[in-house]
DNA sequence: CTATATACGTAGTCTGGCTACATGTAGCCA
DNA sequence: TGGCTACATGTAGCCAGACTACGTATATAG
């Protein structure tokens, strides 16, 4: 996939993947890569910065806990970040909607 | 709809638009606005130097005409921008599969 | 005669993901 | 026991690409 084209969705990703549960930043990048069939292998240098934006923002939630030696910080959805979520959804139809009937128009 | 989530697309919008016609780039604005109901309103800065981009690139070709006293540059698509057009398709599928796929998993 | 729509273009900014780097632990294998 | 790989987090700085803000000019309506 072209770069940058991510440009603009990665919060969405990042909450979507969230949705309903809790994961620390190297399990949301497996996450991604799972879910997208290896599509998506975001780099730490582009997940990290973000996660500590969106958390900034009030969308996510962490803490630290040690599991076997090794410290994660641990994310998981706000309400705020609920709502986010539908909101970047919504977003994300209307893109594909105005792009996508332009492409094929 | 937000800013920067063109990002990557613009050169599509722009093939996809002259896909079977010939357009100056006032037009090419004007189309992209009906196309897709009044969603997409791209400024002349972001259409004009990307339509010299995609020339300079072998994607359009040019010409000048003059309709009533006004010098218009008209595009039209050249072979390779037509194969460009494809691949730009098939990428905004893959694109649309992938991060929708996340979405909405 | 001036305001608006038409028409093209460039210089510089700004944003947001990426590259490259820095740090450290756990576990495996030779 | 020493090194390699996977795990895990983080920052500084770069860079591409769309956008803002201009500048130029003609036709037409009021």
């Known amino acids: 996939m072209k770069a940058d084209t991510l440009r603009g969705h990665l919060d969405a990703l990042l909450l979507a993947v969230l949705d309903g549960r809790k994961l620390h930043g190297y399990a949301i990048i497996e996450a991604l890569q799972l879910r997208s069939d290896g599509a998506l292998d975001l780099p730490t240098g582009t997940v990290y910065p973000a996660l500590r934006r969106l958390e900034r923002a009030g969308w996510l939630a ?9 410290k994660r910080r641990t994310y998981r959805l706000t309400r705020t970040g609920q709502q986010a979520l539908q909101a970047e959804r919504a977003e994300w139809r209307e893109f594909t909607a105005v792009i996508g009937g332009v492409l094929q128009a």
Chains 1, 2 share one sequence.
């Open 62 to 70: 962490s803490e630290w806990d040690v599991v076997s030696g090794r």
